[in-house]
């Protein structure tokens, strides 16, 4: 679906909506901190997908969260796994915007290791409703997300903090073969019961 190394600003891929992004020197660059900095993708990612991300959190800023958005309908609902600096205790957390509103399950959160001016490789898969997150090559969490996908956009964010981006691949998750015979019974099954009716 994507694989950008943010070497130039494709504006077929991103539109930013809100904050000043810069592309330059090979990374995609958030350089003033504010509430939920996002930039998007124009178009819908696969709904079971793996995505890695690899950034770095600069100096600046109080909390220092660096995120994505998946789901992501109007900035008002989306799906969401971001790092967080805060004041010394560092975490990986999953969560949830619902009606533009923030709901931080407890389920979610848990404690990582996240150094400022480091590099950081975040990596997410979204199957149905289970998520699991890794971080530096670690799985930190396999979690079921408690409200339902939805067809949306991928989008990157900085909130009370800054950060450089260097690279991020979105793959959509072929169908299992057990996905693929369970789809070819349930077809044949409609399709019997339609000759029947």
């Not at 891929?13 to 901190?33: I, N």
């Not at 009606?99 to 400022?116: T, W």
């Not at 073969?177 to 029947?196: H, Y």
């Amino acid at each position: 679906f994507l694989d950008d190394n943010f070497a130039t600003h494709n504006k077929e891929v991103w539109r930013v909506l809100s904050g000043d992004w810069l592309f330059e020197d090979q990374k995609l660059k958030l350089k003033t901190p504010g509430h939920f900095v996002t930039i998007a993708t124009q178009t819908n990612h696969p709904q079971d997908f793996k995505a890695t991300l690899k950034y770095r959190t600069l100096t600046g800023g109080s909390i220092g969260s660096v995120g994505l958005f998946f789901d992501m309908v109007e900035l008002k609902a989306a799906q969401a796994v971001y790092t967080a600096l805060g004041t010394g205790n560092s975490t990986v957390q999953a969560f949830h915007r619902v009606n533009g509103s923030e709901v931080y399950p407890g389920a979610g959160i848990v404690p990582a290791v996240v150094k400022v001016n480091e590099d950081t490789t975040l990596e997410i898969t979204a199957r149905g409703q289970e998520l699991k997150i890794w971080l530096n090559g670690e799985l930190k969490l396999t979690y079921t997300m408690p409200t339902p996908r939805q067809p949306g956009r991928f989008a990157l964010w900085c909130h009370a903090g800054v950060a450089e981006f260097h690279s991020l691949k979105i793959v959509p998750f072929e169908p299992s073969a057990e996905e693929l015979q369970l789809a070819l019974r349930t077809a044949e099954s409609e399709a019997a019961l339609a000759v029947k009716s």
